[in-house]
Every structure is written in C-alpha cells, then in structure tokens.
C-alpha cells in the first residue's frame, strides 16, 4: 500500500493506492470528524485498497496541517463554515481527479465519519456526479442538526454567537444542503448508514427517523443502515468493515 502526501489546490491530502490500480479503479473521497485529521482514518484506506479502490483523505479547513491552534470553542463557532468549505472543496478534489486522469470512470464514492459524514449528505444533496456513499455517525438534515445544536447551547445556558436574524439565514442556507430535501440526487445510489444509539454528538434520530419514514414508503432498496445499540460516538470494527465492503462492491 503505498500512501503520499500531497496538496491538490491547496487541500493536504493523503493519496492511498497500490500498484496494481490505474484510472479504471474505483475512488473513495474519505473525509474524517471534527477535532480530527485526515491520518487519522487509515484504518478505513486500508480496508478500501485491500478491496481494489483508491482513497483520497483531505483535511478539512482548520483541521491537520491546516490547523490554526483554535480553541475548542472556536472551532465550534465555525462548524458551519468548516462543514461547507468541505463540501465545496470535495468537488474541487473530484475535478483534480478527473484532471489528473486518476478516474477516467464514474466510479468515485463519497465517506466519512462524524461531521465526515455530514459533508457526505450535503454533497449527496447537490452533486449528481456520486456513485455510492458511506454516512457514519452523520445526518440526513442540516437543518435538523443546526436547530438541535442552538437548542443544547441554550440547556447548557451558553450564550449563542449569532442573533435571530443570522441564526434565520444560516438555516435557508444550509436547506440547500439538506438531504431529505433533495432526494432526487440519491434516490437510486447506494448508501450505507453506521450509527451507534448511545451517540451523544450526533444523535441516532438525525438520520434513523428519515430512514424509517424511507422505509415506510418502500424507498430503501440501495440504502443499508447499520446500528449498534450499545455503541456511542465511534464507529465499531464491524461498522468499519460493513461500510468499506459495501462500498467497494457497488463500485466495482
């Protein structure tokens, strides 16, 4: 396995593959949680290129090499910006794929853990261009989690950093990234879901309770949704199993 760091227009990036693959080779774009760094998720490389598919693991903006030794709280004053700049620069590293000839297929994923799974339901919202998804610990609404985190400020008594009237627009921002509304994108690719009950992060119904009304309507045919009921905010060895395998079937 051989994995290189490199700078794709300004994103550090490490580029995992072995010599066996060449442009038909399926591609994974895995994209890691807040608070952490793209090294961090070679585990899940691993388990891909085992499988015969090349991964791509950018930091996010803040994150790893980009760090810019911000507080905890500062950081999740900018969670929203963080979260979108990543769905914005998964497509520049889409187009540097094609660019760089590494995919001359359409066979290119999307992962990722944590708020790396909730970049990966915004770019399912707007990009048409993904073949198969992998949500772990994520959510199907942006706005749904952006309601929920101004809610726990005020229980725990926090000042909130944004007045109503900014708090009103970032919500109509971030529709345009709300899975459950753009169902169009994604109705026919297949996604897998991991997420274990007792997270206290993201909580299991961000994405559970939009599953089940999928599955009501008989709209889950290429979607697999994991959950472990003892598990909390980090993915099992069989979550990572399940996602990397059933990933790297649909693109082959």
Not at 60 to 67: F, I, N, V
Request: with cysteine; net charge neutral; proline share 3%.
């Amino acid at each position: 396995m051989i994995v290189k760091q490199e700078r794709w227009k300004a994103i550090p990036l490490l580029h995992v593959y072995d010599e066996t693959m060449d442009e038909q080779t399926p591609v994974v774009i895995f994209l890691h949680g807040f608070l952490s760094a793209k090294e961090h998720n070679l585990h899940y490389a691993y388990q891909f290129v085992q499988q015969g598919v090349r991964v791509i693991l950018p930091d996010a903006l803040m994150h790893g090499e980009r760090s810019n030794n911000l507080t905890e709280d500062q950081m999740n004053y900018n969670f929203w910006k963080i979260v979108l700049k990543s769905v914005e620069e998964v497509h520049t590293i889409y187009e540097e794929l094609k660019l760089k000839k590494l995919v001359t297929s359409d066979k290119i994923g999307i992962a990722g853990t944590s708020m790396g799974g909730i970049v990966t339901s915004g770019c399912l919202a707007i990009y048409p261009w993904i073949q198969s998804a992998g949500i772990c610990m994520g959510t199907t609404s942006y706005t749904k989690l952006a309601l929920h985190q101004a809610e726990e400020l005020k229980q725990k008594g926090v000042a909130f950093p944004m007045s109503e009237e900014q708090q009103i627009g970032l919500i109509r921002m971030l529709e345009k990234f709300d899975m459950e509304k753009h169902a169009a994108f994604w109705a026919n690719k297949p996604i897998i879901f991991w997420h274990g009950q007792r997270d206290t992060v993201v909580p299991y119904c961000m994405s559970r309770d939009y599953y089940e009304q999928l599955e009501k309507a008989k709209k889950t045919e290429h979607i697999i949704y994991l959950s472990e009921s003892k598990a909390g905010h980090a993915v099992s060895r069989n979550g990572i199993l399940q996602v990397t395998k059933f990933m790297a079937q649909r693109l082959a």
